[in-house]
């Protein structure tokens, strides 16, 4: 167990809707990043928050947004879906923000699957 | 840029056997982390080692060791006496300094180990 927890574990939707990852990260940890593993795409960085600001940002659509509340919980809204968005998400989180982040300590992840 | 390549897809070996999985990175930068993760049929992703650009010793971890070759960028990670529990998709990944906290990842080796 990581102990950064990820909801909901599945979730199954249909084109054009909206849906919200959560992620509550380890105890401690003030750094949160979302991942996106689909088959042909690997697993892509997203974003990235640290102590409730953006730090980083990777391949993340517009359709796409992310926040960091105050008790460091974050959460990924994916909107408009497509077919193509329907992929594992992962949350991970870490200690520190910079380069000496150390591992990544990643939860069980959300599949969602777009309709 | 960044970037990390494990050239071998699927590997399959029967129980017992060594087996040794390639990863080759690509960065301008002199300071950066290697790693490797470990993705069991689960899903989840686990961390396996972390390794900083400065540090060329081989690290060994019971069954596991890792070979870090800067004058290959390569960071080679074998199983030694492998076991079925090893069956997992493993990943190598990269964080530099200009990247700054992302971690990209290889399209990862899918390891089947066979009894």
């Known amino acids: 167990d990581s102990g950064v927890t990820q909801t909901p574990k599945h979730l199954i939707t249909a084109t054009g809707q909206r849906v919200t990852l959560r992620c509550s990260p380890r105890?401690?940890?003030?750094?949160v990043y979302w991942y996106q593993q689909s088959l042909d795409q690997g697993l892509q960085f997203l974003i990235q928050y640290y102590n409730g600001e953006e730090r980083a940002k990777g391949n993340i659509l517009e359709r796409f947004s992310a926040q960091q509340f105050p008790d460091l919980h974050s959460e990924l809204n994916l909107s408009s879906l497509e077919l193509g968005d329907s992929a594992l998400y992962f949350c991970?989180?870490?200690?520190?923000?910079?380069?000496?982040?150390?591992?990544?300590?990643f939860g069980e992840g959300s599949r969602l699957t777009v309709l | 840029a960044q970037k990390v390549t494990q050239a071998q897809t699927e590997i399959s070996v029967v129980e017992k056997e060594d087996v040794t999985l390639d990863c080759v990175y690509e960065?301008?930068?002199?300071?950066?982390?290697l790693f490797w993760y470990k993705q069991p049929p689960s899903g989840e992703l686990v961390f396996l080692i972390r390794r900083n650009s400065f540090d060329e010793q081989n690290e060994i971890s019971g069954r596991y060791s890792w070979n870090f070759q800067k004058s290959t960028s390569s960071f080679n990670f074998t199983i030694t006496a492998s076991q079925v529990v090893d069956s997992a998709v493993y990943f190598c990944?990269?964080?530099?300094?200009?990247?700054?906290?992302?971690?990209?990842f290889g399209s990862g080796t899918r390891l089947s180990i066979r009894p």
């Open positions: 960065t301008r930068d002199t300071t950066y982390y």
């Open positions: 990944a990269l964080s530099t300094y200009s990247s700054a906290s992302k971690i990209i």
């Open positions: 105890s401690g940890d003030l750094s």
């Open positions: 991970a989180s870490s200690a520190a923000g910079g380069l000496n982040t150390g591992e990544l300590f």
